[in-house]
T-cell receptor, first 115, second 113 residues
Framework: EPEVTQTPSHQVTQMGQEVILRCVPI?????FYWYRQILGQKVEFLVS????????KSEIFDDQFSVERPDGSNFTLKIRSTKLEDSAMYFC?????????????FGPGTRLTVT | GNSVTQMEGPVTLSEEAFLTINCTYT??????LFWYVQYPGEGLQLLLK?????DKGSNKGFEATYRKETTSFHLEKGSVQVSDSAVYFC????????????FGSGTQLTVLP
């Protein structure tokens, strides 16, 4: 069964460093998403991406964040200068279409620890 | 704004017990409602969904009914198994913003043999 994959599973970085989280969405999906979950808190939407551009983003997704689909398979989230409060589990998701009833398929997550 | 409130966990049950996890929501328009499940070490998986009032979503013995009058979408299962141990998330997408899921805080369920 097709699945969303994410690498690495755990990333440790120092405050102020740039980090890139990688995702490979399901191959025929057209919409891509990033969510994050700070330990003990809710899963929060960051951004959605379609047709090589951002379609929606939350207040969390400020200028420190960027997303890219550098080739036909990868979808990346970059944090330019990490802060301690960026420590969280980051989930990538994809969907075939974007509609109220369409399922978003999630990857297993990347745990980011900023020290 | 939109929000989802879930029953606080963790919940511990014996095998074959009845499960209810409460979920209520606040949203403008007519949201779609979802239950996602996360097994240890895995991503979130869609368990069931309902897209309009009075719809019942069901899967793997789990059920939830979209109640507009009480703005609720409670998850139930008549007889839980050890393999149901996981974290359960209630979520919604709202009309006009179908690209983002709003999640509840998640409920950890442990089923003991």
């Amino acid at each position: 069964e097709p699945e969303v994959t994410q690498t690495p599973s755990h990333q440790v970085t120092q405050m102020g460093q740039e980090v890139i989280l990688r995702c490979v969405p399901i191959s025929n999906h057209l919409y891509f998403y990033w969510y994050r979950q700070i330990l003990g808190q809710k899963v929060e939407f960051l951004v959605s991406f379609y047709n090589n551009e951002i379609s929606e983003k939350s207040e969390i997704f400020d200028d420190q964040f960027s997303v890219e689909r550098p080739d036909g398979s990868n979808f990346t989230l970059k944090i330019r200068s990490t802060k301690l409060e960026d420590s969280a589990m980051y989930f990538c998701a994809s969907s075939e279409v974007a509609g109220l009833a369409y399922e978003q398929y999630f990857g297993p997550g990347t745990r980011l620890t900023v020290t | 704004g939109n929000s989802v409130t879930q029953m606080e966990g963790p919940v511990t049950l014996s095998e074959e017990a009845f499960l209810t996890i409460n979920c209520t929501y606040t949203a403008t328009g007519y949201p779609s409602l979802f239950w996602y499940v996360q097994y240890p070490g895995e991503g979130l998986q869609l368990l069931l969904k309902a897209t309009k009032a009075d719809d019942k979503g069901s899967n793997k013995g789990f059920e939830a009914t979209y109640r507009k009058e009480t703005t609720s979408f409670h998850l139930e299962k008549g007889s839980v198994q050890v393999s149901d141990s996981a974290v359960y998330f209630c979520a919604l997408t709202r009309s006009g913003s179908a690209r983002q899921l709003t999640f509840g805080s998640g409920t950890q369920l442990t089923v003991l043999p």
